[in-house]
């Protein structure tokens, strides 16, 4: 390729280990990072605006070609904490839900959960900017990322959604993964895994160069998020996305 790779990644915090290297100089000659939120990674990668992204894997099917092309991933085994509905009352008096504009396969998730595990109805809510403010009463919210790190400080219930789902089906769950809708090639591959791993050996480093105090960062990047798991990544990804068929 006679340009440089356009590599999209997420504005969380759980992103930053996986990108340290790279906004350390890691590869500077050989990619540019676009950050941005994950539906809008998802949708550049679908309109080949980048070449890789760290997407939600819903959109995966929406690929005319793809490739999940690193070892390293947004995974969990258990809770998450960073994506969770979050109430005032007890799920079976939920009556409104609304729904996280930042993420299609967390909103997919929880489709899948309220139908099969949750058994439970209430109205979805498409949600814009600001709507965590209007989780009160019967109306939930789902809420990924940083600001679900936020809201577990305000909502008396939280429900983890990797946690349920794990309820569900004994399985961990994978989130977002480093896909490209091209090839590359191995030599590449190889540098983009060494520079994912440089933030894993540094996780001191990255705590230390992102100071937060709503939610401990090191259980953050150590207990919740798995970003090299050794489970198999495309079994639990193609459950996941059969369930899904039945939930657009």
Not at 146 to 156: E, M, V
Not at 179 to 192: C, D, L
Request: net charge negative; with cysteine.
């Amino acid at each position: 390729m006679d340009r440089k790779i356009r590599v999209g990644a997420v504005s969380y915090l759980n992103t930053k280990p996986l990108i340290f290297g790279f906004e350390k100089g890691m590869m500077k000659e050989s990619i540019d990072l676009v950050i941005d939120y994950p539906a809008n990674i998802a949708i550049q990668l679908i309109k080949n605006e980048i070449d890789i992204g760290l997407i939600p894997v819903a959109i995966l099917p929406q690929l005319k070609e793809y490739y999940i092309m690193s070892d390293y991933c947004i995974a969990s085994d258990g809770e998450v904490a960073s994506v969770c509905l979050f109430s005032d009352v007890p799920l079976n008096e939920i009556k409104t839900i609304l729904l996280d504009y930042q993420s299609r396969t967390s909103v997919a998730l929880l489709k899948v959960l309220l139908k099969e595990h949750w058994k439970i109805s209430p109205d979805l809510v498409q949600a814009s900017e600001g709507y965590e403010n209007a989780i009160s009463g019967d109306t939930a919210g789902l809420v990924i990322g940083d600001r679900a790190l936020q809201q577990r400080l305000k909502s008396i219930f939280i429900h983890d959604l990797s946690t349920s789902w794990k309820e569900l089906t004994g399985k961990p769950f994978v989130f977002a993964a480093w896909v490209s809708n091209k090839q590359m090639t191995q030599q590449f591959i190889a540098n983009f895994n060494q520079a994912n791993k440089f933030g894993l050996d540094n996780l001191e480093r990255v705590v230390r160069e992102n100071p937060y105090d709503t939610y401990d960062l090191h259980t953050y990047y150590t207990d919740n998020i798995k970003f090299n798991p050794q489970f198999d990544k495309l079994e639990v990804i193609t459950l996941f996305l059969e369930k899904i068929k039945s939930y657009k």
